[in-house]
């Protein structure tokens, strides 16, 4: 993806993430341990959204809410990605690698429709 | 992005994840709920890997440590893209919808440099 | 609790996790900070175990995952006690005072029954 | 501990805690898939405390973040012991059977000093 930025959309946020931090000289604080924890704050925050709901689906939510679970995915990705480029991953490579595995791990003929092997994995 | 599906690798991996899951039928454990906790289970897995390290620079990792971070990124890449897919949000627009409230909320001017503005925030 | 450590499992437990972590040298690596993500990746592994269950009602449970979620609330407590340890709180003290504060903050005669007003307080 | 509810604060707090829900008639959101959630946001609002933060020792805090710390703290013990109530772990068995298990898992001939040992395990 990196030869590519124009077609990269996940290289274009990196970059403005990564400008946010330095124009605010945060570089200092955002080791990868900091950015890790950062990020596991922002998906509690989105997971709050949730904890009282039955399921979270859309005709659970208000718009009040619909808006604050934008907002905190957006802020959990921005943590994802800066923390990716603290650690030199490309997010796009390493889904592609991870999916293959977890075809390998879960094949469809096992697991189709369980939960429980879902978990039992 | 997603009328330019073309242009946008995170519409590419929100396909390739949507069809994972069609594939075993797991739509039906798929609730906004389920996911955002899975997502919390995820980042927590990546977390783990930084817990005791000083700041988590590669100087302090050794492959297998490596590794483990890669995949851990993009499983919590996965499920965060799985659970905007099922609340219907274009995680690149929120991205830049909320950056732009991020620069509102903390001007380089009163920000440069401090953690404490930071967290006070 | 401090005065009377005979009538306080907290104290007891406590001293059983300090002496546990003398004894393989660990304090280095118990920092407030660590042990704060520590207990944050042992409560992961309790959601784990809920991530896909309708509610974790004991009918949906076999003995594994029983044991399992025994396991991860003794781990969880275990690093809860040991933070508040070497952050000198004193849990049943804590509790206590915070339980005043919530009572303050949901008043029965406008929040029973109601989640609603629970998440948006 | 359960027989002798006059010696446990463990069990003194189940209690108060269990009122606390029951006069809000808050039972029907207090699933035990609820309540690990809700306990992963209370200890991610404990983690938010330390993440800008290099060991997060008391020479490191302000009274604002020692009272925030007290009070996450205690928010986190509270719904660890609303969820052991809903599940029927006695917290204090719990922990002492656990560290047993801890103590053949590391032993201290094996990891005393070591944070490798300890991740590795």
Chains 1, 2, 3, 4 share one sequence.
Do not use: C
Not at 65 to 93: M, P
Request: hydrophobic share 35%; glycine share 2%.
């Amino acid at each position: 993806m990196s030869d590519t930025p124009s077609a990269s959309d996940l290289t274009a946020l990196r970059d403005i993430v990564r400008q946010f931090a330095e124009e605010r000289d945060w570089q200092q604080f955002h080791t990868p341990k900091n950015l890790a924890m950062a990020l596991s704050v922002e998906v509690a925050e989105l997971v709050e959204h949730f904890q009282w709901l039955n399921t979270g689906e859309d005709h659970e939510l208000d718009d009040k809410q619909r808006t604050g679970i934008r907002h905190e995915l957006a802020d959990s990705l921005v943590y994802l990605i800066r923390l990716a480029d603290r650690v030199n991953v490309d997010l796009y490579d390493a889904v592609i690698e991870k999916m293959q595995l977890n075809r390998e791990k879960y094949p469809v003929e096992k697991v189709k429709g369980k939960s429980r092997k879902y978990t039992e994995y």
